[in-house]
């Protein structure tokens, strides 16, 4: 079954925006992560983030977890086109061992 | 570090035949290897996980004998679709797990699987 979800679906914007995307979940999780996959290729691990933190950042990455609302933001500051691509929210659950449950993905493209 | 090779990219079948896919960890051993399939611009459904030296645990509406699982080492597991048909085409993804403790996937960069 469908863990997290994201929106916006796509997203496009113009190279050196900001990109935000969210991810809704359900259940309660030991962590949430965000993969990034280029057309046709496999996913990348981006970054994870666990249930006891609230905001991480990794580069031009920052994410932010909200366990109450079961919600994480992932931003993309000063996009390149070169971020173009799916980007999927995936969660672990509790319980679940380490299985990923995975999102319908955002489509980002950032126009150069 | 944490490379995951997947072959092949790429293969075209007849109907009735079997392809076999072949996941590696190049440099870590995956005691955990996961198997995925996914539908043009959707998500992806796990379909098996495949523990190294154990029978393989099927997700739901996964049909076993249809897509055979052998992890057979600490850095190998094949796929095997099992008398393809063209529904059957798709974008199969491994991943690998390294180590016990965590559970980021590091995955293969797919096959793209067409049954004629």
């Known amino acids: 079954s469908q863990q997290g979800e994201e929106d916006p679906q796509a997203l496009s914007i113009q190279e050196g925006e900001n990109a935000t995307m969210n991810c809704s979940y359900k259940?309660?999780?030991?962590?949430l992560q965000w993969y990034r996959q280029n057309s046709g290729r496999g996913l990348v691990h981006l970054i994870l983030?666990?249930?006891?933190?609230r905001e991480k950042h990794s580069g031009r990455l920052r994410v932010t977890l909200d366990t109450s609302k079961k919600s994480s933001s992932l931003l993309i500051t000063a996009s390149r086109a070169a971020d173009t691509a799916s980007y999927f929210c995936?969660?672990?659950?509790?319980?679940?061992?380490?299985?990923?449950?995975f999102g319908k993905g955002i489509t980002l493209s950032v126009r150069p | 570090g944490a490379v995951v090779s997947q072959h092949p990219s790429w293969v075209i079948c007849k109907s009735g035949t079997s392809v076999k896919i072949e996941c590696r960890s190049l440099?870590?051993?995956?005691?955990?290897m996961f198997w995925y399939r996914q539908f043009p611009k959707q998500s992806l459904m796990l379909m098996a996980t495949?523990?190294?030296?154990?029978?393989?645990?099927?997700e739901q509406g996964v049909e076993k004998d249809k897509f055979l699982i052998n992890h057979a080492s600490l850095t190998l597991s094949t796929l095997t679709v099992t008398s393809a048909h063209p529904e059957d085409s798709s974008f199969y993804i491994c991943?690998?797990?390294?180590?016990?403790?965590?559970?980021?996937?590091?995955f293969g960069a797919g096959t793209r699987l067409s049954v004629l």
């Open positions: 983030i666990r249930s006891n933190e």
């Open positions: 440099d870590f051993q995956a005691t955990t």
């Open positions: 495949s523990n190294e030296g154990s029978k393989a645990t099927y």
């Open positions: 991943s690998a797990r390294d180590g016990k403790r965590s559970t980021v996937q590091y």
């Open positions: 995936a969660t672990c659950p509790i319980r679940a061992n380490s299985k990923l449950t």
């Open positions: 259940t309660s999780i030991n962590n």
